[in-house]
């Protein structure tokens, strides 16, 4: 399976980006069981989970990005993604999807870059 994220850019502290992930080369009975989630690693930093969003589209969030960030999916289009509001410097990182159990080999990331 491989994991195409896009959608990062620069943008200034308080806004928003919407972040997409495509698993392609996965078909959708691969995909659709799996708990997708979002990650991200900030300069310096080691690689955190973001957001964990299951098959039925129940989800959880870091407490540092909880009711800031809302993950989601589309199954038939084997997408996941991220809408991220009230942005802050915090939030600077390459942005990469991937399972809740990183199996999967990872992308290129999304990078994000938050200015204050």
């Known amino acids: 399976v491989q994991l195409q994220a896009s959608g990062g850019g620069l943008v200034q502290a308080g806004g928003s980006l919407r972040l997409s992930c495509k698993a392609s080369r996965a078909i959708t009975s691969v995909f659709n069981p799996r708990t997708m989630a979002w990650y991200r690693q900030g300069p310096g930093k080691q690689r955190e989970l973001v957001a964990t969003v299951s098959r039925d589209g129940s989800t959880t969030y870091a407490d540092s990005v909880k009711g800031r960030f809302t993950i989601s999916r589309d199954n038939a289009r084997k997408m996941v993604y991220l809408q991220m509001n009230q942005m802050k410097a915090e939030d600077t990182a390459v942005y990469y999807c991937?399972?809740?159990?990183?199996?999967?080999?990872w992308g290129q990331g999304t990078l994000v870059t938050v200015s204050s």
């Open positions: 991937n399972t809740d159990d990183s199996e999967w080999n």
